[in-house]
């Protein structure tokens, strides 16, 4: 009977002190985009609108599933900008953390053609710097609408996922 009440009190006390910390902070970087096409690299307009788009996206998606709190990350993103996050050695947790977030997302667009494209998303313990979380789509198609439901899918089967990657 005392295990018991230890045990309840425990779950009572885990319960009220998430509720007072709070869902954690997240930094949620702009997408960036590695083209391996043959167009090398031509900085088209209509891609540059569509990360920014996705960026956007991920970051209400998360925000509205209550699960996340996403901090503004205008004090960084000229530095974000700059670096390459998928090969920074870590900078994205770095910048993460001086904006305050609990953890960073960081998210990159692989394109190997207009037909082809992947979608992948990282998440980092900002504390620890260690990734906690990877997933990727592939799709097809270079529209807005792709690009889209690429993210929706992510956003629905993966971050958002109810015990995703839990075995």
């Known amino acids: 009977m005392l295990r018991m009440l230890v045990a309840c009190m425990g779950l009572l006390l885990a319960c009220v002190t998430q509720a007072v910390a709070g869902p954690p902070k997240v930094a949620v970087f702009d997408f960036e985009l590695l083209d391996m096409s043959l167009e090398g690299g031509a900085r088209r307009a209509d891609e540059q609108e569509r990360l ?4 956007q996206q991920l970051r209400k998606g998360l925000e ?5 709190a996403v ?15 998928q090969a920074c050695g870590g900078c994205d947790v770095r910048l993460a953390r001086k904006v305050g977030a609990d953890l960073s997302v960081t998210g990159v ?13 990282y998440v980092h313990d900002a504390s620890a710097g260690q ?3 990877a997933m990727s ?3 097809r198609g270079n529209t807005d609408e792709s690009w889209t439901r690429a993210l929706d899918y992510l956003l629905r ?3 958002l996922a ?3 990657g839990v075995h």
């Open 162 to 164: 109810p015990d995703y």
């Open 64 to 68: 509205a599933s209550g699960r996340f």
């Open 131 to 133: 990734r906690v979380a």
């Open 157 to 159: 089967n993966r971050l």
């Open 109 to 121: 667009v692989q394109k190997v053609s207009n037909l082809i494209l992947n979608m992948n998303i």
């Open 137 to 139: 789509v592939s799709f």
């Open 52 to 55: 920014a788009r996705a960026s």
């Open 71 to 85: 901090v503004d990350i205008a004090p960084v993103r000229d530095e974000a900008a700059a670096a390459n996050l």
